[in-house]
């Protein structure tokens, strides 16, 4: 008996460490939809709201797709004691029933705010009011916020400034994913992870593959999509479960980018396990680009659990070869066309195999197979011999490589 009630203790005592062990916070990239892209400060409740119902009805919640995030432009006046609150135009039921709404279609609402005086479209910065803000959010249901460094100067220290809202929502008791956006300005990767779930790493995204037009050449734009890619790939090493690269938001169906463009984005966010924030019209998209953002293949490379940024291995001209590993001794093979021509490329699959140092884990394809992850109806292949692959211009080609 006394025995009996030893084991009994041992196994209560016990509980808080494998309560520890418990799925991590952030333990992989966040998926929702963000408003900034495609409507920049043009937002109201029933935008979001039809946004909320559009991503159920289609089954991007189902597919992973959980916050619904507004970006800048929702914010109203501060009040006498500071407390901030929404555009009561845009915004009449308020924040708080708009959180309720989201939650109750099972996802999560996040918000916007900026480290400086001002947002980069001029509303009410935190300066200031950083634990009045975190507060004011946690009050509302938000599960996430967006922290910009629009008005900031030369006086606030990126870190303490990240830090000081880092702090101010812990001591909400409200999980709150922390999104830094400072752009990769401070090197946010070198000491991100102590503070937040995911920094941006870059400028703006626009929607352009790879280059700006010119009539934009001599005033502010973002950067085209492959200009992204190649800033955010060397940082690889900085990502993991609870602390992520962001390389900015999807551009998918938005501006003028063709199908493969697309697909292409799509594709490489995937491999560098990076946020799925569509950045899109729901309301409008056409059936192309919901099934670019719903492959559920696509984004299992994205969301899986080992949370190892992939690799550009090497270049041959135009084309690229992408890796990474996955959980249970898979791997994503990517090749990208960058070139204005389709390519056609000879993969000797014999002497593909290579350690990545990364993680140690060594890619070798004898005796796998090959399925086509854009193609269902593609024969899966042997990973042996000489494979003859075509990788249309702009386009990818990708495979899950592993056991049949
Ligand atoms: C900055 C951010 C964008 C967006 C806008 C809003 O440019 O990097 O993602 O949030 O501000 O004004």
Known sequence: MRKLIYAALAALMLTPVFAQEAPQFA?????GWNSWNKFAMNINEDLIKATADKMVELGLVDAGYIYLNLDDGWHGERDEQGFIHEDPEKFPS???????????????????????WKTCG???????????????????????LKYDWCYTEEIIHPKGAYKLMSV???????????SMCEWGSNKPWEWGAEYAQSWRTTGDIWPYFDSIPAEFEGQWHGLPVMEIVDLNEPLRAYSGPGHWNDPDMLEVGNGQLTLAENRAHFTLWCMMAAPLLMGNDLTTMSDDILQILINKDVIAIDQDPLGIQGLRLKREGDVEYWFKPLAGGDWAFCLLNRGAEDAVVNVDWGLLSFTDELSGLSFDPTGLWARNLWDSKARVRKTKGIQKITVPTHDVVLYRIGKK
């Open 27 to 31: 333990a992989t990239p966040q998926m």
């Open 94 to 116: 308020g924040i708080k029933a708009l959180a309720d709404y989201v939650h109750s279609k099972g996802m999560k609402l996040g918000i916007y705010s900026d480290a400086g």
């Open 122 to 144: 001029g509303c009410a910065g935190s300066f200031g009011h950083e634990f009045q803000d975190a507060y004011t959010y946690a009050q509302w249901g938000v599960d996430y």
């Open 168 to 178: 101010a929502l812990k001591a909400t008791g409200r999980p709150i994913w922390f």
